[in-house]
């Protein structure tokens, strides 16, 4: 158990719907990091927050948005959803504002979009 | 944009031996790279990571080269046990603080 929850852990939706995938980091963890992984695109980095605020931003839709709260949870919104948003989901979480000294992975949101 | 890609798509090694799995990155901007682990139906582990300042780092039964001249990354499993089978990323990142990750390399231990 890495101590990165992520909540739901199986999302079925329909096209055009909007879903919200939410983690919580590991206790005194300031930085949440979101990635998409998919059987056609691999591993994909969407986006990081380091104590609330945005620090990087990788391959995210702009129908996608994230955000990460005062008590350093973070949801990743996804809306107006396609056959291709079908995937894993995953969040982690490390300590400072990089990955460096360890970097901890949830179990993952399988979203599955019909 | 530019990507970090693997050599091998598949590694099979025999229980006991040592494992190398390469790593190929085109930005030669990359300053950090790190290797991570996932085993089917988990997520992701950080293994070991390593800065563009340096050329080798070690871990517990791991090493990581970094050959910034060929822009070459490998991660060495010493005496590779079972559980060692997995998907094998590498990752890279810049100064914009984005990762981009390989393919994977799926290892597989014989016993």
């Known amino acids: 158990d890495s101590g990165v929850t992520q909540t739901p852990k199986h999302l079925i939706t329909a096209t055009g719907q909007r879903v919200t995938l939410r983690c919580s980091p590991r206790?005194?963890?300031?930085?949440v990091y979101w990635y998409q992984q998919s059987l056609d695109q691999g591993l994909q980095f969407l986006i990081q927050y380091y104590n609330g605020e945005e620090r990087a931003k990788g391959n995210i839709l702009e129908r996608f948005s994230a955000q990460q709260f005062p008590d350093l949870h973070s949801e990743l919104n996804l809306s107006s959803l396609e056959l291709g948003d079908s995937a894993l989901y995953f969040c982690?979480?490390?300590?400072?504002?990089?990955?460096?000294?360890?970097?901890?992975f949830g179990p993952g949101t399988r979203l599955t979009v019909l | 944009g530019e990507s970090v890609g693997l050599h091998l798509p598949t590694l099979s090694v025999q229980e006991g031996d040592n494992s190398i799995i390469n790593c190929a990155y085109s930005n030669s901007a990359s300053d950090y790279f790190i290797w991570y682990k996932q085993e089917s139906g988990k997520g992701p582990q950080f293994i070991i990571d390593i800065r563009s300042n340096m050329d080798k780092r070690q871990g517990q039964r791991v090493t990581v080269l970094l050959n910034k001249t060929v822009k070459h990354l490998s991660l060495q499993i010493a005496a590779t046990q079972p559980g060692d089978s997995a998907v094998y990323f590498c990752a890279e990142q810049g100064n914009d603080y984005k990762l981009s990750f390989g393919a994977g390399t799926t290892v597989t231990v014989r016993a």
């Open positions: 982690a979480s490390s300590r400072t504002s990089g990955p460096s000294g360890g970097q901890f």
């Open positions: 206790s005194g963890d300031l930085s």
